[in-house]
């Protein structure tokens, strides 16, 4: 296996599904969702082949929150990383963590670097955040929706609302290559879904 191959390789064995530490985390995420007073939406899902989005993203406690919501709903999740994140000796970690190292310099761009991960990998959850970024945007990224679309796999929506003090999964978005139509329509889902800090929503 070359050098430049093994940057793309992803950890089968994660935090999201390690013996011992994984319940132990699940059970501890449980526990403070509950004392915050969130609910965790949805149910395990057996089939895990497809890519996660999860939005409004305004706060830096999102994140936590939706992983302590990944972790009770069982899922095994991995997420984006430019290749420099994932220096020796660390990068072992960092894989362990979910990373998927993505090397900007190469020739082929990071859609086509993930949706060949899907192609050697029977069962793959890339988080994809669709705005990129926690402040105010008008437009968001179509990166994971390229992604899912070449990939052949469908689009899981992931949402918080902190009018209800819920997170969760929610519906499966099945691309059909109109992708002005498509992220109209997955705009729509999220119209009504209040983040934690609502001015930095577009």
Known sequence: MSEQHSKIKIMRTTVFCTPLVTPLLRGLSSLILWLMGWKAIGKPIKDQRFV?????????????LMLMVVLK???????????????????????????????R????????QVVQQYGENPELVVLVPPEGTR??????????????NNAGVPILMGYLDVSRKEAGLADFFNPTGHVDEDMRAI????ADKKGIR?????
């Open 135 to 148: 402040s105010r945007v008008k437009d968001w990224k179509t990166g994971f929706y390229h992604i899912a």
């Open 187 to 190: 705009r729509q889902f999220y």
């Open 73 to 103: 709903l069982r899922l095994r999740l991995h997420w984006m990383g430019k290749h420099s994140l994932f220096p020796f000796p660390v990068g072992g970690v960092m894989r362990w963590l979910g990373g998927i190292p993505i090397d």
């Open 105 to 112: 310099t190469r020739h082929h761009g990071v859609v086509d």
């Open 198 to 202: 609502p001015e930095n929503a577009d």
């Open 52 to 64: 996660l989005i999860g939005a409004p993203h305004t706060s830096n406690w999102d994140f936590p």
